[in-house]
C-alpha cells in the first residue's frame, strides 16, 4: 500500500519561500495524478494545486496562483510543491495526495483522492 511522505515544511518569514517533497514510501505516484491540499487551524482542508501523471498539467487555487509551483519527477517518485512569497495565510498542515486512477472527479475536491500523506507545517510569520 503507497503511503505518500511529505518533507520541507517549517517556519519562514512572509515573503519567504519554501519547497515541500512528497515521494511514494511502498508503492508509486508514477502513472497517476497529484495533489497537494492545506488545512489551517479550525478550517477545512482546501486545495493547493494537483498535476496531472505526466506532468503536462497543472491545476492551481487561485489563492496561491502565481506564487506556487508544482511539479514532479516520476523517476524518483517524487512530486514537488515550490512555495514562493509567502504570506501568514498560508500557514497551513499541507498533505499530499494521490489521485484515485481514473478518477473524474475534479481536481479540487479530496474525494479524488485515496492516498494521504500524515502532513507537513508551513507557519509563515508576519
Known amino acids: 500500500q503507497v503511503q505518500p511522505v511529505e518533507s520541507g515544511g517549517g517556519l519562514v518569514q512572509a515573503g519567504g519561500s519554501l519547497r515541500l517533497s512528497c515521494t511514494a514510501s511502498?508503492?508509486?505516484?508514477?502513472?497517476?495524478?497529484m495533489g497537494w491540499f492545506r488545512q489551517a487551524p479550525g478550517k477545512e482542508r482546501e486545495f493547493v494545486a494537483a498535476?496531472?501523471?505526466?506532468?503536462?498539467?497543472?491545476y492551481y487555487a487561485d489563492s496561491v496562483k502565481g506564487r506556487f509551483t508544482i511539479s514532479r519527477d516520476n523517476a524518483k517518485n517524487t512530486v514537488v510543491l515550490q512555495m514562493n512569497s509567502l504570506n501568514p495565510d498560508d500557514t497551513a498542515v499541507y498533505y499530499c495526495?494521490?489521485?484515485?486512477?481514473?478518477?473524474?472527479?475534479?481536481?479540487?475536491?479530496?474525494?479524488?483522492?485515496?492516498?494521504w500523506g500524515q502532513g507537513t507545517q508551513v507557519t509563515v510569520s508576519s
Open positions: 495526495a494521490r489521485s484515485r486512477s481514473g478518477s473524474n472527479i475534479n481536481y479540487y475536491e479530496p474525494d479524488r483522492y485515496d492516498y
Open positions: 511502498g508503492g508509486t505516484f508514477r502513472w497517476y495524478d
Open positions: 498535476v496531472s501523471w505526466s506532468g503536462g498539467s497543472t
